[in-house]
């Protein structure tokens, strides 16, 4: 008899040639059943069907709706021609100035107290009058250009101009109230009370009319 290879440590010793192999013995216990798969009808991932999609309505969305008033109107307008007002008024005040520059002693030759102010300062009072004439003349100018752009932006509607105006308004009436103790003629009295109605009127169409309201927030209907 053949002596048999070496073995490698822990195996078992090979069977001689006839014999049969050991038999195996089932496990005991209860029987074991196949792992479920985690998806209904046990289908993997890329059998899963298709969930048909359904379709999300898209969300509406708001649209601002503007609608001129007649109060938003009436305020345009009253802004707009005191503006031009005021720039006119302006413009006669440089107008003055200038006639002074150019006549010279006999633009202002009339004015009451000329002689002692000649006297004291010389040919250099006549161009010292013209030239403040001309830098009063800027204010009205530059205020009533900013009213013109404020008077015709605030109608787009722009709620920036909108309160702009409303804070000059509100100042503009609280000087006139102030002016009435200063005001000793009818014809002053009845131009400020004028000119209050008007700022009131603006006030009130910027800031309560209702409509003109709804319409800056762009709910109009």
């Known amino acids: 008899m053949a002596a048999l290879p070496p073995q490698p440590p822990g195996s078992q010793p090979p069977q001689p040639p006839g014999a049969s192999p050991p038999s195996v013995s089932p496990p005991s216990g209860p ?16 059998q ?10 898209p969300a509406p969305v708001r649209v601002k709706v503007h609608k001129r008033t007649f109060f938003l109107t009436l305020a345009q307008i009253i802004i ?32 009451p ?21 001309i830098v009063i003349a800027f204010v009205p100018l530059v205020i009533g250009i ?21 804070v000059l308004d509100v100042l503009s009436i609280i000087v006139a109230l ?28 910027l800031l309560l009319d209702p409509p003109t309201r709804r319409n800056f927030a762009g709910t109009a209907v």
């Open 178 to 205: 102030a002016d009435f103790g200063r005001v000793n003629t009818s014809s002053g009295t009845l131009f400020l009370v004028i000119y209050l109605a008007l700022q009131l009127i603006v006030l009130y169409a």
């Open 146 to 166: 900013i009213d013109i752009i404020l008077g015709v932006v605030v109608g787009r509607p722009s709620n920036v101009a909108r309160w702009i105006i409303i």
């Open 31 to 46: 029987p074991v059943s196949p792992p479920q798969s985690p998806y209904p009808g046990g289908a993997y991932t890329g």
């Open 48 to 57: 899963m069907p298709t969930v048909p999609y359904s379709a999300q309505p």
């Open 80 to 111: 707009i021609v005191k503006a031009i007002l005021t720039i006119l008024i302006g413009l006669g005040i440089g107008a003055i100035g200038v006639y002074i520059l150019i006549a010279g002693h006999a633009a202002i030759a009339n004015i």
């Open 113 to 133: 107290g000329y002689n002692s102010y000649q006297t004291q300062f010389g040919n250099s009072f006549v161009n010292a009058a013209a030239y403040i004439f």
